[in-house]
């Protein structure tokens, strides 16, 4: 999967649980080259998003929700993943 279709997935599956406010989706796994999960195939990813859904949430449970949503592509397409994840108001 090219790193393209690879972000375009991770969109959609954020886009469809969390109807964000604010997404950005940086793929950083060109500086993870020679890294251990990088021969693996899994990208390295900065996420931000701001959604209704993470208002009264800890963090701990936003980044929960997060990896809910991106389900099989945490264990396939995800070796490393930043979440900044944060409610609206």
């Known amino acids: 999967m090219s790193p393209a279709d690879r972000t375009q997935r ?9 109807a964000p406010r604010e997404l950005t ?13 990088a021969a693996g195939g899994g990208g390295h990813f900065r996420i931000r998003i701001v959604a209704d859904a993470f208002a009264g949430l800890p963090p701990v449970a936003r980044h929960r929700r997060v990896y809910e949503a ?20």
């Open 10 to 18: 991770l969109r959609e599956r954020l886009t469809a649980a969390f």
């Open 25 to 37: 989706i940086v793929d950083e796994s060109h500086l993870h080259v020679g890294h251990a999960g």
């Open 70 to 89: 991106l389900g099989d592509l945490m264990t396939s397409e995800v070796h490393a993943l930043s979440i900044d994840a944060r409610a609206s108001d």
